[in-house]
């Protein structure tokens, strides 16, 4: 038996492609190891959103080579590989910095990694592709070789032509891809069929989806949710991350019409000021977005807001950081991401002149994670005493307890269910805890929704 160890850095689409990279091994008698230290391949697969995320790659490296090394001396191999974003913007420098490793493969061309190291074992040299046919790989992918659980992510959109002056992903990820209906619909029954409850649909803009049906034309992400939504098994659809300016009407009125579709929005803002979305090249303005929120809660008054904010974007002045702060008071969000504006080589905004001092971003930042911080407690504190379904995904920390995921996304601990896990049942909300919710089951012994 040979082993994998993949080590996945960065958002959700990374933890999907790790899933499914651990899919095409399978067949080729990988199974999964818990470290490197134990395993035949390594692969990091990296992600180029924080700041100095290459030079964490090469850091890592470091330390795998010298694995790799002990390895050797002990007359064995270890195959290492670098997947994702930061392979994708490096390529080729990366063998050349660190010749340790083997294998140099971008997010749109991981399904050719067998053949890579097929290739690699062959010719004993490195292998390196950084191309993006993205319809290629998701027709080459293989069945999952084991069940994700009560909770699954699936890729269904990639790439982006929106070209935020801050951003990475255009260039990594390549431009806007929506895998086509059919080949969804047959990965979310299998996964159905495997005990998964809730599907999470992924995209860099998830809600640019224009994917092809069957039929010949085109669904939209909402006719896409309402198709999914009809398979057995399926209970709970989300989707992220979304654009605003991607939030169609259809796509809105859908939230009031499908019930299985969470009433939890991620709607990334990023700032409330007019002069920086422009410099942003969001192509939409801070009140654009107030209508947006305003039409989503007509559509379904329970939804929650979750955003994500950057602070300190190059010329940002007091009056733009207050225009932010106006917004989030005013919109409200059960939950948010916030960060100082950091830099991304080869971007337009790390050319900008007017760069903000580090003192000026942890300030802002600070101010405003309490703005956010204090409605994030207030909307957790506001579910004490509802009765809320839970989906119980995992074992928790104390003996027999589970942890489950609310409607909201909010993390549950409940006593006395873990035999409960990947069902959905009532529980009653007792107490808000930092960064989760206590409850108990609302009725002992009831069965699953
Ligand atoms: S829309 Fe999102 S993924 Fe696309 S460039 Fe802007 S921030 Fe990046």
Redesign the pocket.
Known sequence: MKRLFIKTYGCQMNVYDSARMTDLLAPLGYASADRAEDADIVVLNTCHIREKAAEKVYSELGRLKAIKHERQNAGGEMTIAVAGCVAQAEGQEIIERQPAVDIVIGPQSYHRLPEMIARIARDKGHALETDFPAVDKFDSLPDEAAPRGPTAFVTVQEG?D???T??V??YTRGPEYSRPVAQIEAEVRRLAALGTREITLLG??VNAYRGRCSEGSTFSLAQLIERLASVPGIERLRYT?S?PRDMSDDLITAHGRIEKLMPYLHLPVQSGSDRVLEAMNRQHRADDYRRLVEKIRNARNDIALSSDFIVGFPGETEQDFEATLALVREVGYAQAFSFKYSARPGTPAAAHAKQIPDAVKSERLAALQEVLGAQQDAFNRSCEGQTMEVLFEKPGRRKDQAIGRSPYLQPVHVERSLTRIGEIHDVLIEAALPNSLKGRLAREGAGTH
């Open positions: 982006c929106k070209f935020c801050f951003c992903v255009p860099q803009n991350t654009h």
